[in-house]
């Protein structure tokens, strides 16, 4: 991170009471931005964002449309600099291409065209899902699978043998052995 000291424009101490909780202990604004934030408003916010969570897993800082926060904790205390961000614009539209790449990859590949062969046809009326059932659960024997994998073999879409699945779920058939990416993977009961 390339800091200009130019992108400051604030600064506050959040303090913590046992019986209130987060508060705002002092603050300043400098600069040409002015009231970009009303801190009293957001002191419980941004002291539960930096503070709260598992130990090593609390952000350091955090992005918003129009300004960043950068956060430095001290016993109780929470110091935050409100910053200007310069020239971001242009890499958070590279970040959202990327992520568009990978929600369209991860997409993808659930709806991959592999394993067609293995395709059954049943239409998912009432009178097959029973059908459906038996075969998966058959399927199933001795090993795990993903959702996408047996939608494979049936011409269901996805919300129909999610509907299937839970349903074999709830009636404790079948379980969630694991979850890999988007893809949720099968075993029996």
Known sequence: MNFNKNELF?????????????????????????NAVNLDDFAMNFYLAFRGGNDGKKPRAILYDNFYIVAFPKD???????????????NIQQLNKIANRYIEEMNTGEDDDEGQQNEIEV???????????????????????????????????????WKVMTNLESSKKV????????????MLY
């Open 76 to 90: 109780l205390e929470l110091c935050c600099l409100f910053m200007k961000p310069q020239g971001i614009e242009q």
């Open 175 to 186: 379980k969630r052995s694991d979850k890999k990416g988007r893809s949720v993977y099968w």
């Open 123 to 161: 239409p998912p009326d009432n009178d097959n899902i029973k059908e459906v059932k038996r075969l998966i659960l058959n399927l199933l024997n001795d090993k795990e699978m993903s959702t996408p994998e047996l939608r494979k073999y049936f011409k269901l879409n996805n919300s129909q043998i």
């Open 10 to 34: 604030g600064a506050a101490l959040i303090g913590f009471d046992m019986i209130d909780g987060p508060f705002l202990k002092w603050k300043k604004e400098m600069g040409e931005v002015k």
